[in-house]
């Protein structure tokens, strides 16, 4: 089973939220590069969510929701 990269955030917490919504819809997910980016911030976007590649298109759709609802705007 081949992991990927979903998304990359620069705040925790929003990657947490997100790896929370797709795991109540039943995707398998993980949160990678916090604590090293908590650590040694190197710019947005050094910490990823990682699901299996199964699963892109289901979490593509939750992502996109997700986005619309937490816009930073």
């Known amino acids: 089973m081949k992991i990927i990269t979903i998304k990359q955030f620069s705040n925790e ?6 790896q929370h919504e797709l795991e109540a819809e039943g995707i398998n997910c ?3 590069n916090a604590i090293s980016s ?8 050094s ?3 990682q699901i299996l590649k199964k699963d892109k ?3 593509k759709k939750i992502i996109k929701k997700l986005d619309k609802t937490y816009s930073e705007d």
């Open 47 to 49: 910490i990823s969510l």
């Open 30 to 32: 993980i949160v990678s």
């Open 57 to 59: 298109d289901k979490a």
């Open 13 to 18: 917490l929003k990657a947490r939220l997100y």
């Open 38 to 45: 908590s650590l040694f911030p190197i710019g947005a976007g």
